[in-house]
């Protein structure tokens, strides 16, 4: 299996640019997960759907953050507009079922944005 | 918010010596996971431990749960160079309030050769 696949894997913007990033997740995963990692926040759970539907967007920050999963094989997370505090890795995962009840949590490999 | 805190925030060793890091969280849970995170890659899953247990092994890794101290230890045994990464703790409450996996906020571990 080739794993939950992100891309670009790298981007620099600047500020006021709109930002999209990607996700493949695993082929069967019901469930995809949208985190942020940051030094001063840590590991930090934005959004995440069940059957390509929205469960819990809680952790979005503001309104300049969306998330799309227009189907089980894709999904979108956005910034419009950009800020340089967005600074982050952003990691996209999937698992079977819920991963809070016990189930493993795949990761992507993340996409590293830099706003300058 | 982070349910989990690790500790220590670092922790350097020689090859071949054990590495014991610990995670405290703050309400009941369902499981508690552990993962492992290279430089500049995304997190692996390492091994999970249920509330109802108490010590779970997995090759090199040992998992301890104490519930009633809401504290959790993974010790990895003969490290190795390889094993150097940073390491977090996660916590599960199925059907809580909060139906997340929340991670802690990471134990980074050098292994010196």
């Known amino acids: 299996d080739a794993g939950v696949i992100q891309s670009p894997r790298h981007e620099v913007t600047e500020m006021g640019q709109e930002v999209t990033l990607r996700c493949k997740p695993i082929s069967g995963h019901d469930y995809l997960f949208w985190y942020r990692q940051t030094m001063m926040r840590g590991l930090e759970l934005l959004i995440y759907f069940n059957n390509n539907v929205p469960i819990d967007d809680s952790g979005m920050p503001e309104d300049r953050f969306s998330a799309k999963m227009p189907n089980a094989s894709f999904s979108t997370l956005k910034i419009q507009p950009s800020e340089p505090r967005d600074s982050a890795v952003y990691f996209c995962a999937s698992t079977l079922g819920q991963g809070h009840s016990g189930n493993t949590i795949y990761f992507g490999e993340g996409s590293w944005l830099t706003v300058v | ?113």
């Open chain 2, 1 to 113: 918010s982070q349910q989990g805190e690790e500790d220590p925030q670092a922790l350097s060793i020689q090859e071949g010596e054990n590495a014991t890091m610990n995670c405290s969280y703050k309400t009941s849970i369902n499981n508690l996971q552990w993962y492992r995170q290279n430089s500049g890659r995304g997190l692996v899953h390492l091994i999970l431990i249920r509330s109802n247990e108490r010590e779970k092994h997995s090759g090199r890794l040992r998992v301890t749960l104490d519930t009633s101290k809401k504290s959790s230890s993974l010790l990895i045994t003969a490290s190795r160079a390889a094993d150097t990464a940073s390491y977090f703790c996660a916590t599960g409450n199925y059907g809580g309030a909060t139906n997340k996996l929340i991670f802690g906020t990471g134990t980074l571990l050098a292994v010196q050769p």
